[in-house]
């Protein structure tokens, strides 16, 4: 009973908090890294969960009551602490920023900051655009996903070979595709 009264807050924030699908982003990087044989730390994969986190959570902060319609078991977790839902972001995009200082080099460090950008703008600015531009969501969200799949090469200034290209561009049009039909 005080174990389920612990691990069901700590389950729900996994499932809710947008954890799991940071995580997932995790698992995009991984999978090449692994067919690619390209050997990496966990700095990348602590950084790429981060970023993706603060556009999770701030996305869901900033629509709470949207959510709510198609959501309501995650609008009901995330109101227990959504009032300090701006400090927690503000202390996850400082954990972010200084790991990119401390990890990456200066090119990585950019493409991530910008990445973490557009994917707040989508939340501010280019959700708007899904009522008026047919499948924009899915094109946007692919194209992020997408994205991760050269982490690794820019984060490690890898050097690109005719294999290491044909590898990445395969696995970047089937991350492409998955996503949009999901």
């Given at each position: 009973?005080?174990?389920?009264?612990?691990?069901?807050?700590?389950?729900?924030?996994?499932?809710?908090?947008?954890?799991?699908?940071?995580?997932?982003?995790?698992?995009?990087?991984?999978?090449?890294?692994i067919l690619l044989n390209?050997?990496?730390?966990?700095?990348?994969?602590?950084?790429?969960?981060?970023?993706?986190?603060?556009?999770?959570?701030?996305?869901?902060?900033?629509?709470?009551?949207?959510?709510?319609?198609?959501?309501?078991?995650?609008?009901?977790?995330?109101?227990?602490?959504?009032?300090?839902?701006?400090?927690?972001?503000?202390?996850?995009?400082?954990?972010?920023?200084?790991?990119?200082?401390?990890?990456?080099?200066?090119?990585?460090?950019?493409?991530?900051?910008?990445?973490?950008f557009f994917g707040l703008l989508y939340?501010?600015?280019?959700?708007?655009?899904?009522?008026?531009?047919?499948?924009?969501?899915?094109?946007?969200?692919?194209?992020?996903?997408?994205?991760?799949?050269?982490?690794?090469?820019?984060?490690?200034?890898?050097?690109?070979?005719?294999?290491?290209?044909?590898?990445?561009?395969?696995?970047?049009?089937?991350?492409?595709?998955?996503?949009?039909?999901?």
């Amino acid at each position: 009973m005080i174990i389920e009264k612990i691990l069901k807050p700590i389950w729900k924030e996994f499932i809710y908090g947008g954890h799991l699908q940071s995580l997932g982003t995790v698992a995009i990087i991984l999978v090449p890294v692994i067919l690619l044989n390209i050997k990496i730390t966990w700095d990348i994969l602590f950084i790429s969960f981060l970023l993706f986190y603060t556009i999770y959570l701030y996305n869901r902060w900033k629509e709470l009551n949207i959510d709510h319609l198609t959501n309501p078991q995650r609008t009901e977790h995330l109101e227990t602490y959504i009032k300090k839902a701006p400090i927690i972001l503000l202390l996850v995009i400082l954990l972010l920023i200084g790991s990119l200082f401390y990890f990456s080099n200066f090119r990585f460090t950019v493409f991530a900051l910008l990445v973490l950008f557009f994917g707040l703008l989508y939340t501010v600015f280019f959700k708007k655009l899904t009522k008026k531009i047919f499948a924009f969501k899915n094109f946007y969200v692919a194209i992020f996903f997408t994205l991760v799949v050269i982490f690794p090469v820019i984060y490690y200034n890898y050097p690109l070979t005719e294999v290491l290209i044909r590898g990445l561009l395969a696995f970047m049009i089937f991350v492409f595709l998955k996503t949009i039909m999901m």
